[in-house]
């Protein structure tokens, strides 16, 4: 779970990690990180999933320059790729086009996320 | 989407240095430990030995600060390091919640370091089964230095000193008086002991630390130094970092490394025997003779307790196989 530049809006993401956590997941908080941060940290722990928690209105670049970072080391396709946070819908269609699996806005519950990574974790 | 775990890939990259095939075999030996033999078998005893230092203490006292803070000053001196990091697994979820990566930041892109967070997984003793499989994988992988940070640990969770050559102890101002500093356990295992947080006080748990360690009476030619630091200013590390050298010149012109390298194999040895054991026992005592004593326990038996496991142990005929 990863907060991409500065945005001092943590609380999104440690919700979401809590709730993952009750969950029975085992969740890497990574707090605020740069675009190669976050690509080494889900790299070096072998993560199933990256969040990527964003109230910034930076989500479609941030996302954008992880996505190019993962595809230039070829590891992409081994994580499934989320991103929350304050998110326009008319977003979500640009975000899954890029390759992120889901986008969950505001009002999201977390029961919900921890569904879908269970459904669609890849093996 | 299949995710690639193939081992002999994985073990062709991982001799040309490669993190992510690194990453992918540390994730193997701590999910599938039946894949470590597999995988060891690629290595040979030749293969790099690594300096392994531990830090422990109690939550919050600042381990993973003063591990970004002293590694920082051996990547600059050019040294290579593999770092563990453990955080305790929820007893009621089996989840956690690992957040000793968001103080390593800055160091975290270094080429020469690699970090990983293990969750402690139901072992008991402050860190988790597979530290030990990842500290060889590191050795493999050619690290000069070795950092295993525990969990927040109690009194009585120091397995990390039968694994490290050196234990840093952590503590903080505050810690107690000079009764919680006889008390055994924790604070008997440090080679080194660290006052972190500085800039709070704590001249009197020094005064306390060094009175404790000039009364104790069991020596091995090494008094353990006490030091001050300030792990987010950087104040004292460098000190510290000097007594950590210090006592590996030590354990190695005394000869100590090489009894602490045994111990460190011994302690697994134990381990993975009892392991086997455990499993051969499983399957040899069913859960109807376990609900059986269980019953008698409760009805009006519970002090023939020792004498039903008896009974029931003796009668049990191993039989080992290789596989267990």
Known sequence: ?123 | MKRNYDIDVLIEKFKKKDKIALARLITLVENNPETTTNIFNNFDSSENDSYIIGITGSPGVGKSTLVNAFSKILLENGKSIGIISVDPTSPFTGGAFLGDRVRMTDISLHPNIFIRSLASRGYKGGISRAVFDISLLYEAFGMDFIIIETVGVGQSEFDIYNLAYTTIVIMVPGYGDSIQIQKAGIIEVGDIYVVNKKDLGGEDIVVQMEMMLDDATVQSGWRAPVVMTNSITGEGVDKLIEKILYHKEHLELSELLKEKKKHRFAYKIEELLSSKIGKVLESLISEDDLNKISNSVLQGKKFKIYDMVHDLFSNVKFEMKKSD
């Open chain 1, 1 to 123: 779970m990863s907060k991409p530049g500065i945005d001092g809006h943590w609380r999104g993401g440690v919700v979401v990690s809590r709730g993952l956590r009750d969950a029975g997941m085992e969740v890497i908080f990574g707090g605020f990180q740069n675009v190669e941060q976050i690509v080494e940290s889900a790299i070096s722990e072998d993560v199933d999933v990256i969040g990527l928690s964003m109230h910034s209105g930076a989500h479609l670049a941030y996302t954008e320059r992880v996505i190019n970072l993962l595809k230039e080391k070829g590891v992409k396709d081994h994580f499934l790729i989320l991103v929350g946070g304050v998110i326009p819908v008319m977003d979500f269609p640009t975000l899954k086009e890029m390759g992120v699996a889901n986008v969950y806005g505001p009002g999201t519950v977390v029961a919900d996320i921890t569904k879908f990574i269970v459904e669609n974790i890849k093996k």
